[in-house]
């Protein structure tokens, strides 16, 4: 069944990934660092793109995000009083931003020869993305960031929602209902869709604005893995809204 997980239970943000890393004194040092190696895989594209918009070559830019995770993996990461600390899309540019300037080189002589990779990242895939993908290409580095980790964000949750729809063997109602998040009077007509689909006009507009309110519901939970404290919330998804328009 579709959307059962809607309502969650009282405290369930506390158990958000951004809050588990940040607790240092609580929980087990490695469903911390789990956390953050997720969180690092799934965002690391934005990293990538700032990196390349700084002028660096995609060689480089792989480097850097490697050696810069080495460092972020260190549970002392996070003992340094932060304004930024907060929300991870912040705290991530800024500790890169200073990874950059103070401890590359010395990192980079360290590991040249013999280092490792900590976290598997599809450099691959960030280079044809980054190659073909016009959208930050005039954008400064801190801009095309913001933006890029909006995109990511509205990307994991459609891969949610069609996981979803799959599970239910409901692929073909996902992929009528993806035009409706964005535009509600668009060139398909609830009525189109309800014949495409077999189903009734009614039926198919209370199914769509269920749809609505899934992504949104999402969305914010998605952000939500982001940030420390529930009142974030709402400031982070209008910056990201934001760097959408850009």
Known sequence: MLYEDETQPAGAFLTTRWSIILKLNEGREDDR??????????????????IRRKGKTHEDAQDLAQGFFERMLARDSFKVADEDRGRFRNFLLKSLERYIQNQWRHDQAQRRGGGISVIHLDAEGAFKRFTYEPESADLPADKAYDKMWAETVIARVMDRLKREFIAAQKLDQFEAFKPFLVDDKGTVSYSEVATNLGMGVNTVRTAIHRF????????????????????????????????LSD
């Not at 190696?37 to 934005?46: A, D, G, K, R, V």
């Open 212 to 243: 609505r309110h899934r992504y949104a519901r999402c969305f914010r939970d998605e952000i939500a893995e982001t940030v420390e404290k529930e009142e974030d919330v709402e400031s982070e998804i209008i910056e990201l809204l934001a760097a």
């Open 33 to 50: 660092r789990e956390a953050l190696e997720l969180l690092c895989q799934q965002y690391w594209y934005p990293l990538y793109v700032f």
